[in-house]
């Protein structure tokens, strides 16, 4: 056979590769006798083909086999790049000349990849389930339960011990609450965006487990700590033992900080694209189940932990260290089970300067305006619920039958809403763009606000609405965090979620210490008003920079 002829069989054979067939016209055709075995196509039944010609397909000579082979192309399926880089997987067709095969420089190509197949079939799946059925979300998410959890309950913990160990009996517990509350602050403005630069540089599966089980081991290096500084003599006019609870609440919210964007980089690492609506649903679900677990439960939890440590002999005082530092460690342990799949090669060169990372970070979010809108969409959210925990207080206050200690039965009422509103997402979210589903969630918002304002001092009113107000709010959160993980590419997540909690953090305390003024100068009314116009606007914004509502 000359080389001309092998061109054109090799000619023929990308055109029926590109058709999905033979051309009736090229008289090409692989008999029966000649095809593989349907095993080698993943095929469970071998299809007929028509016989189109006795003419085999047969390849010429080695020495001209060679010369040809450079010419060959086949298209690349996505799957390719799923699998490992010695296996060329491509997907079956359904060309009816050779039993499904497709052709290939090699026979080794042909191998197929059950699990990426598996991964195909369960995309149109939809809800928790397929989420739930991914063993590394499973782990990672577990990491997340007992360490929300911990978070929480290190708060009721601390407060616990300022009431025993430093709080006089006619002295107010606010003021150690507020320095408490400064240093866990304060490594959330200063290192939010710091962290999220190393982050990018370091294995994010050592991240995860290494802060959950130094943040365990500072918990339970309290007791002694506190034991050991009975007695000494007062630094700048606090007592040593406090001073000591400063710096280990300002040691725990650091390593929170390089904890936080490693697990929001990791989720698309092991959720696909298209089931990352529903894996956000179940983080925002367990959020605010921890909120609730932690602040309601705390503190009977914690006193059970004494009470079962004091009975077994391990000493009065230390079961509630244990519970927090225990579920630190817990969830660390499950963290090392994960396996993210992330490339772990040491770089060529250098890493660039802290600051130019961070500069590359602010860079892509001017150019990205998907992610940046969502960003602003998530600032606007969070402020206008930090605004509302402060009016909640005052709603209280003027709500009959509510008295302003009570406050937190309002705020459990928007849990419960964004509770709701994630279970629905994660059941029929996928079905909208995360832009249709941000402008009804702001809508919903902007009108659940409007309503608090008209209807103040109605208690069953008041409930409804912050229930729908944290319904149409997790519209908002959780499709904007979605885009914000599906557009950014894996080498600038720790970057971005960085710099997302540093400006979220900062922007809450806007609202924090502004919200309390403005209700006294303009009332509640005026005020919801003003947070319903803010959210509305910012709704309107994300639709219109967008263009349209067809990104997923």
Wanted: aromatic residues 8%; charged residues 15%.
């Amino acid at each position: 056979m000359s080389l001309s002829q092998s061109r054109q069989r090799i000619e023929d054979g990308e055109r029926w590769t590109e058709e999905g067939k033979f051309p009736r016209s090229s008289g090409l055709s692989v008999p029966a006798s000649e095809r593989p075995h349907p095993a080698f196509t993943g095929s469970s039944t071998p299809t007929t083909s028509r016989p189109l010609s006795d003419e085999r397909l047969t390849p010429p000579e080695t020495s001209e086999w060679e010369e040809v082979r450079p010419a060959i192309s086949f298209p690349h399926s996505p799957v390719d790049d799923a699998v490992t880089p010695e296996i060329d997987t491509e997907t079956e067709t359904d060309a009816p000349s050779n039993g499904g095969l497709n052709h290939s420089a090699s026979p080794s190509n042909l191998v197929v990849n059950e699990e990426v197949k598996n991964e195909e079939v369960e995309e149109d799946a939809q809800g928790f389930l397929p989420v739930l059925k991914n063993r590394n979300f499973l782990a990672l998410w577990g990491g997340q339960v007992f360490s929300q959890i911990a978070d929480k309950v290190y708060l009721v913990l601390v407060i616990a011990l300022i009431a025993t160990h430093f709080q006089a009996p006619d002295q107010t517990i606010s003021v150690w609450v507020s320095a408490i509350m400064m240093a866990f602050t304060i490594p959330a403005i200063l290192f939010g965006s710091v962290a999220g630069v190393y982050v990018d540089r370091w294995p994010k599966k050592a991240v995860l487990v290494a802060t959950n089980l130094l943040r365990g081991a500072l918990v339970l290096a309290v007791p002694p700590l506190l034991w050991i500084s009975h007695g000494w003599l007062t630094l700048g006019g606090l007592p040593v033992g406090f001073c000591i609870l400063l710096g280990l609440t300002f040691l725990i919210s650091t390593l929170t900080q390089f904890f936080a964007p490693a697990e929001q980089s990791v989720i698309p690492l092991v959720v696909g694209r298209h089931h990352l609506l529903s894996a956000n649903s179940l983080y925002t679900m367990t959020m605010m189940a921890s909120v609730i677990v932690g602040f309601a439960v705390g503190e009977p939890l914690l006193g059970i932990a004494d009470t079962l440590v004091g009975r077994l002999g391990g000493g009065a005082d230390i079961g509630k260290e244990l519970v927090v530092g225990g579920s630190y460690a817990i969830a660390g342990l499950l963290l090392m089970i994960l396996r993210t799949g992330e490339k772990t090669n040491a770089p060529e060169h250098e890493s660039p300067h802290v600051w130019e990372d961070l500069r590359d970070g602010l860079r892509y979010l001017n150019e990205q305006s998907r992610v940046r809108n969502a960003l602003i969409q998530l600032v606007i959210l969070f402020s206008v619920f930090a605004a509302l925990s402060v009016l909640a207080v005052r709603m209280a206050e003027v709500i009959p039958g509510l008295k302003s200690s009570q406050f937190g039965f309002l705020l459990a009422a928007g849990g419960v809403g964004m509770v709701g509103g994630a279970t629905v997402l994660g059941h029929f979210g996928q079905r909208f763009s995360h832009t249709r589903l941000s402008l009804y969630g702001s809508i919903g918002t902007a009108a659940s606000l409007v309503g608090l304002g008209l209807f103040t001092k109605q208690l069953l009113l008041a409930f409804l609405l912050t229930t729908l107000l944290g319904f149409f709010g997790s519209l908002v959160a959780i499709p904007m965090q979605t885009t914000i993980q599906a557009e950014t590419p894996d080498q600038m997540r720790g970057k971005v979620f960085g710099l997302q909690n540093n400006v979220i953090n900062i922007a809450l305390s806007l609202p924090l210490a502004l919200a309390g003024v403005a209700e006294t100068i303009l009332g509640l009314q005026a005020v919801f008003l003003g947070l319903a116009a803010i959210a509305i606007a910012g709704g309107l914004l994300t639709w219109y920079i967008s263009g349209t509502g067809k990104e997923k």
